[in-house]
């Protein structure tokens, strides 16, 4: 192994190893990063550190043999992605309890991650112009390191309130993230009250550097140079209740784009209405929720994301369940103003160069695509526990789609909806200790609604199978799991598809077939220290209908290669 593949996993292990000296100077009883630790008044009189550091390697790469034309000659586009990835990821939790005998805490969590980029394949710019190109292999939103905060503020406790100040989670309202301050004032010991104000960093960003990323003020001005940073605000207001057995809360929250925009196309003030909460209305049934509502946005007043659960056992073996969800993928321009937007140069638009102008994009268009679904299933256990069957079904449907091309054309993909039903079985105690369990999903389409104007969502059909096989050893500190797992998925039209064809007649033409096998070590010598790592191996074959007037083509097979390694040590 080079010192450039095995890099991720030197960092890792180099750091941890630093570490460990630490290790015997903290109290062996104490368990890290957790409110319900336990500690004396004498402890309590100093700072009370926690934590834990955790290394995360992984590599996936891609091969095949080359495509080749009627000639038998190779064609210069590579079946198999020449994007491999290679990349270690450090992660820091850090926790500082009552600083110095004081009311004060400091939550730290932080996150470095480093890509290794791969030069060692020809990657075509353009037909007959093929140059060694690097390409960025994997990470943040605009490639590059990682460089994320997730947590980092102080806390200060009083009798009467608890005030954090830095960048969190309301967990509360929405799971916000944000830059700024959270008040909470107990009204006694059931309900509490909340607020917050602050920044909304960019969501799903993963670097601090593109938390609040600077945009073209007028995108639609292909000469405007003007930037603006977008910093938008946030504040809310709620409040959290718990009991025994019931616990939740409600809460609004608002978030102002505040950027400036010369586009006519800018983000209006979104406000949402959350309510999480659990209840276990007795020892046998418990009921659970999670349900965010937009009252104002882009997008009008909906309902964004809907979770409902029940949960019952009649008995100690038999486990019967019920859910309902509606995920929006909704996204505020606010949240998607960095994504790039190429622009095309007429006047160059057959060079290599054409697509080389790009500009960040402040401005999209906004849409909903809703998928719901209701799941039930059950599960019971037999024979004194050893074997467990569990069956699942579920239904999705998502509404009619309007996605808008380059040129502003419109393509509507009707309302369908599509079924899944699984298996699953396990045997805790098979031949020598093993435990053995093997599941089996099919997902498929139902039929037309024409009342409601439904079409069958079956553009796929698939079946996977996956097995595994997993036992205890080194005396119980690790474990090992063998995993084979199958896939065959095929869409349902195999029709023509070429350059006069629409994107209907291209979507849904191909048929795959996926086998993969791999071991999976687990290892955990003390109670501080965790490691596990991962090894698989799949093979895949895709037959495509791409071309007019041609039967489906098979593609050369796929080989993918997947190694995972996690240390972890806790303080």
Not at 78 to 105: C, E, Q, W
Not at 331 to 355: E, G, S, Y
Request: hydrophobic share 35%; aromatic share 8%.
């Amino acid at each position: 192994m080079s010192l450039g593949r095995g890099a991720p996993f030197v960092l890792g292990g180099l750091l941890l190893a630093l570490l460990q000296k630490s290790a015997y100077a903290q109290s062996e009883s104490k368990p890290p990063f957790y409110d319900i630790d336990q500690e004396s008044a004498d402890e309590k009189k100093e700072t009370g550190f926690s934590g834990n550091v955790t290394s995360t390697s992984f590599f996936f790469d891609e091969s095949a043999n080359p495509k080749l034309d009627s000639t038998g000659m190779a064609v210069l586009l590579d079946n198999a992605s020449p994007m491999g990835r290679v990349f270690t990821d450090l992660r820091l939790k850090l926790r500082a309890d009552h600083i110095s005998g004081g009311k004060a805490d400091f939550i730290a969590d932080v996150r470095f991650r480093k890509q290794f980029e791969r030069c060692d394949r020809l990657v075509p710019q353009a037909i007959g112009e093929p140059i060694n190109q690097c390409l960025a292999t994997q990470s943040g939103r605009l490639n590059g390191e990682e460089r994320d905060i997730r947590e980092l503020y102080v806390r200060y406790r009083e009798k009467g309130y608890t005030l954090q100040v830095g960048r969190q989670f309301m967990t509360e309202i929405g799971a916000i993230k944000f830059d700024g301050a959270r008040f909470e004032k107990p009204k006694n010991k059931t309900l509490s009250y909340l607020a917050f104000a602050g920044l909304y960093p960019t969501r799903g960003s993963r670097d601090y550097r593109q938390d609040y990323p600077r945009v073209i003020e007028n995108p639609l001005d292909p000469n405007s140079t003007t930037t603006t940073r977008l910093m938008p605000a946030v504040a809310g207001a709620g409040a959290s209740y718990r009991r025994a057995k019931l616990y939740g809360s409600v809460g609004i929250a608002g978030i102002l784009p505040r950027g400036r925009d010369l586009s006519g196309l800018e983000e209006k003030t979104r406000i949402l209405l959350s309510s999480n909460g659990y209840w276990q209305q007795s020892d046998k049934t418990d009921v659970y929720h999670n349900i965010i509502v937009d009252a104002a946005s882009n997008s009008g007043a909906g309902i964004s994301n809907i979770s409902v659960g029940v949960n019952h056992r009649p008995s100690n073996s038999i486990h019967v369940f019920a859910q309902a969800h509606r995920v929006d993928t909704e996204t505020l321009n606010v949240q998607t103003q960095v994504i790039l937007d190429t622009q095309i140069d007429p006047a160059n638009a057959m060079t290599p160069n054409a697509a080389l102008d790009t500009r960040v994009q402040n401005n999209w268009y906004v849409q909903r695509v809703a998928q719901e679904s209701v799941r039930i299933g059950a599960s019971s256990a037999f024979s004194a526990r050893r074997f467990q069957l569990t069956a699942s079904g579920a239904v999705r449907r998502r509404p009619e789609i309007e996605v808008r091309r380059n040129d502003n054309e419109i393509i509507a993909l009707g309302k369908a909806q599509a079924a899944d039903i699984n298996l699953h079985f396990v045997d805790r105690e098979s031949i020598k200790e093993t435990r053995i369990s093997a599941s089996i999903t099919r997902s498929f389409d139902l039929g037309e609604d024409k009342e409601n104007q439904i079409e069958a969502l079956d553009r796929s059909k698939s079946t996977s199978v996956v097995i595994n096989a997993s036992r205890e050893i080194l005396d119980g500190k690790g474990e090992v799991e063998l995993n084979i797992n199958y896939l065959k998925a095929a869409d349902q039209s195999v029709a023509d598809c070429g350059l006069a064809s629409t994107l209907l007649d291209c979507f849904g033409t191909s048929q795959s077939t996926t086998f993969g096998a791999g071991v999976l070590v687990f290892y955990r010598p003390d109670k501080n220290w965790f490691a596990m790592a991962m090894l698989s191996a799949a093979s895949q074959t895709l037959i495509t209908s791409d071309v007019v007037g041609e039967e489906p083509e098979k593609q050369p097979a796929l080989l993918m290669r997947t190694a995972f390694v996690r240390l972890a040590y806790r303080f």
